[in-house]
């Protein structure tokens, strides 16, 4: 059984349909290597930025596309922390997907509902960090190995991206093809630049961007 976090943070219109379905097709491929050599699949993903448990943000709405292009059936786990029983009955070439990991606070790992500057909050943030261990160590028990396909959030601390992966040993955790294609691209660029070429970069916060618009003048 492998644990696979992936980037289903697809667009959804007003009626919860799909409208740009490009995130799922692109974690398609390390899912079907997954069920084709006769392992079992736990999709674990975000979707948006809920505030808690919204019914707009539920993975549910996602299923019958990722069912559709992997052409097996997928389950739907609706608590994260809950999904022992639906784990252990899955079926080796089977897929589980777990309900919005940002529905938990312990996901991100941020203290809900206390400002920075109260005094209490360094010890909220501490009680926490110990929160989302125990969260990550939870969706860990359900596999044997884990996967990152998930480029577009590997960046973050986050219960799913690198405290989990500190449940897995050497052997058990792994990049995604989705993954490798993207760190091979980033290489390509920083190691064996074909010149002329062109950046284009994107994103909403423009402090993060700083950095590499730097480490790219040189280049």
């Known amino acids: 059984k492998a644990i696979v976090r ?9 009626k919860m349909e799909i409208t740009d379905d490009t995130r799922i097709r692109a974690a398609i491929p390390t899912l079907k290597k997954v069920i084709e050599k006769g392992g079992a699949v736990i999709v674990m993903s975000h979707l948006g930025r ?3 448990v919204t019914e707009k943000f539920s993975l549910k709405h996602i299923l019958g596309r990722v069912q559709e292009l ?8 609706d608590d994260c922390q809950k999904a022992d029983e639906q784990v252990a009955a899955l079926k080796m070439g089977e897929v ?18 206390i400002d920075k500057e109260d005094p209490a909050y360094e010890t909220a943030k501490k009680e926490m960090k110990e929160s989302q261990k125990t969260f990550a160590k939870t969706l860990a028990s359900y596999a044997d190995c884990y996967v990152n396909d998930a480029f577009g ?3 973050r601390k986050h219960a799913s991206t690198a405290v989990i992966a500190d ?3 050497e052997d058990d955790k792994m990049l995604g093809y989705l993954m490798e294609k993207e760190v091979q691209a980033v ?21 993060t ?10 280049k």
């Open 6 to 14: 992936v980037d289903f943070n697809v667009p959804l219109n007003e």
């Open 50 to 52: 809920p505030k808690g």
């Open 70 to 77: 992997l052409g097996v059936p997928v389950k739907f786990a």
């Open 96 to 113: 589980l997907v777990l309900e919005n990991l940002r529905f938990y606070a312990e996901e991100e790992g941020k203290p809900v509902g």
């Open 153 to 155: 959030t590997a960046h």
């Open 167 to 169: 449940s897995f040993g």
């Open 187 to 207: 290489d390509n660029i920083l190691s064996d630049i074909k010149r002329p070429f062109t950046a284009i970069m994107g994103g909403s916060k423009v402090s």
């Open 209 to 218: 961007k700083i950095g590499i618009i730097e480490n790219l003048m040189d």
